[in-house]
């Protein structure tokens, strides 16, 4: 009963003209004035930001600031994955036989996820990883491996939430999402795909890298609002960090596992 009372009221509130009233006024300049106190509330560490708070116009300036590099070191190594993004890692594992994976005890299916049948079938028994990233993290996306782009697309009309209630009661908000998928050649000559899901409300992915030759740690793009990133490695193309258990919290650079 939760779960369809919870989906009708997100079905009532996620439209356009929510989306829109939500986007302007995280881009207005009177957002600004709650900047302060969105960083009490989520205790954001604000040494690491590489501007004062008064430089931020907006909110959603804020929401998308870079950090200094210095806080967020990339692991060296060529066979290093890092992680691409500042999150909690929610679920991870082995992608079934059946070409499934299951996050908050909801089942997702790889292929629906890519948008493609034929692509997902090289997934089958490699590796996943969701990273689920809270209002309070840092925004901005980076490349957790050195590799060539083999094919990116764009999926989805429409986001749901990506929260705790949301991958609990909502219908298949990590596969059924707006995202934009990208496939890559890796330095083990083995695939991986990166998937950037949009989160409720709106649909902003912004991808910032361009170059068909990503490297380990350089940004690719950002996020606007708080959302998940997907990784999926074929089998026996990778090993995640044997210390690694969903629950934990990552940053940017931070070693996830090694291609095999």
Known sequence: MKQKVYQALIELTNGRWSSLAIQRFAKSSWSR??????????GIQMQEVSQSIDSFPSLHDFFIRKIDTQYRPITKGRSVVSSPVDAKVESMGTITSTGTFVVKEKSYSVAELLGNVEQSFQYVGGTYFVFYL????YHRIHSPVDGQVRNQVTLGKKSYPVNQAGLSYGKVPISGNYRQVTHLVCSNLKSCAVISVGAMFVNSIHITNSSSDWKKGEEIGYFTFGSTVVLLFPEDAFQADSALKPGNRVRVGEKIGNML
Not at 33 to 42: A, E, F, L, Q, V
């Open 33 to 42: 004035k709650i900047i302060p106190s969105y960083i009490r509330t989520y």
């Open 134 to 137: 809270s209002p309070a993290d």
